[in-house]
């Protein structure tokens, strides 16, 4: 089970005409109601597992989810929310996690750290009696699940001094609810899409109840258009970040036309302008934007070759994150470029190589086995 993947590198999650059905092409999804509504809710709750809880309510809080963002549910779209919600939490709303609170102390002390802030400073602020009588280092060490941790943390910079400017950010729990939704994404569709449903608070706190989580979360996982034929790379995708997967072939066919290495990480620009998530929402990386990545320098030295300028490559790579990236020369150009150097037609999409590391990550894990081990619980679903 996964639950709260947040990459190696602390990337911090953000996001992000054919006739063929959603599995197989680049068309919109499958829009609209599914049917009556008595025959959807029925649907969803035969295609639960049979060990879930409050069916009901699952099947209306998802059925709802679906409504709102005018998806289809169709068996396809619900198997495949159905295999992130039990890869991600087991159909628990707010899961525990096993030695969270010495892990989150961890990372806390590695963000510091890289963020050049005292250690010192950071324990004697922990040290402080927090609302309860408890000292916050003894609230997060004791913390089982992620609501708990990130209330914690929450009441830390709300109430110690200087506890905004110094630690504002530093929320461990950068992803929350039975899908595990990044809270960058959320906030990021959210300002494009007003959340629909009564808000109990803001949309970070909406992402620990059920129907917040479900409807960010099939949000992340369905509502964009990507050229793939097997729903592997999307359950790529939420794990790293809207059309990574798609991105990856993209760097994969770099690194065949230059004969360069490039490391097929979905990110096509340098840390701080790229966008990849988790439950991700493309991850923003911590380099300074000014530095070129690893991507762009092997294809400014193919430039010549492209038929670009430096500029116009930088220009096509800032859309890397949305669907108009493949509708650019450069990407165009990269895969002519590549398959006449290779003699063959080369996929346009592959999942992401990318370790995963946080403070809810008990063992060396990566974007392949997250992807496949979903993919496999999608078929079960499909199949059964």
């Not at 010192?120 to 992620?146: C, K, P, Q």
């Not at 939704?181 to 970070?204: D, T």
């Not at 220009?315 to 990407?331: D, N």
Request: hydrophobic letters at 40%.
């Amino acid at each position: 089970m996964m639950r709260g993947i947040v990459r190696i590198r602390f990337l911090l999650p953000y996001v992000a005409g054919c006739a063929l059905i959603f599995a197989g092409c680049t068309s919109p999804l499958p829009r609209g109601g599914g049917g009556p509504s008595g025959q959807t809710r029925t649907s969803i709750e035969s295609l639960l597992p049979a060990t879930v809880s409050d069916r009901a309510g699952w099947t209306a809080d998802m059925r709802a989810s679906f409504a709102a963002l005018r998806i289809a549910p169709t068996r396809e779209h619900v198997c495949a929310a159905i295999a992130v919600i039990e890869q991600e939490s087991g159909f628990r709303v707010d899961p525990v996690v096993p030695d969270l609170g010495r892990r989150a102390r961890q990372e806390i002390d590695e963000r510091a750290a890289s963020a050049n802030v005292p250690g010192v400073l950071v324990h004697a602020a922990l040290d402080l009696r927090s609302s309860n009588g408890r000292t916050y280092g003894e609230r997060i060490g004791a913390a089982r699940t992620e609501k708990q941790l990130s209330d914690t943390y929450e009441d830390f910079i709300g109430q110690v001094p200087l506890g905004r400017r110094l630690f504002s950010g530093w929320n461990p729990i950068r992803t929350r609810g039975p899908m595990q939704v990044s809270v960058a994404f959320a906030e990021r569709f959210e300002r494009i899409a007003p959340y629909p449903f009564a808000a109990r608070g803001s949309i970070p706190d909406e992402l620990f109840t059920r129907r917040g989580s479900l409807y960010f979360g099939i949000a992340h996982l369905l509502d964009y258009q990507a050229p793939y034929d097997r729903y592997l790379f999307r359950f790529a995708d939420y794990n790293a970040g809207q059309y990574a997967s798609r991105n990856a072939a993209f760097q994969r066919a770099a690194a065949l036309a230059s004969g360069q290495p490039v490391t097929a990480d979905g990110a096509l620009l340098a840390p701080a302008e790229g966008l990849l998530a988790s439950g991700g929402t493309l991850l923003a990386r911590d380099r300074p934007a000014k530095d070129a990545g690893q991507t762009e320098r092997v294809l400014d030295r193919l430039a010549p070759r492209l038929h670009l300028t430096p500029a116009e490559i930088h220009s096509a790579l800032e859309q890397s994150t949305t669907r108009e990236f493949e509708r650019t020369e450069l990407y165009r150009r990269m895969f002519a470029l590549a398959e006449r150097r290779g003699g063959r037609r080369l996929p346009r999409a592959v999942v992401p190589q990318i370790r995963l590391h946080g403070p809810k990550i008990e063992r060396a894990l990566s974007t392949d086995w997250y992807a496949h081990r979903v993919d496999g619980r999608f078929e079960r679903c499909m199949h059964e």
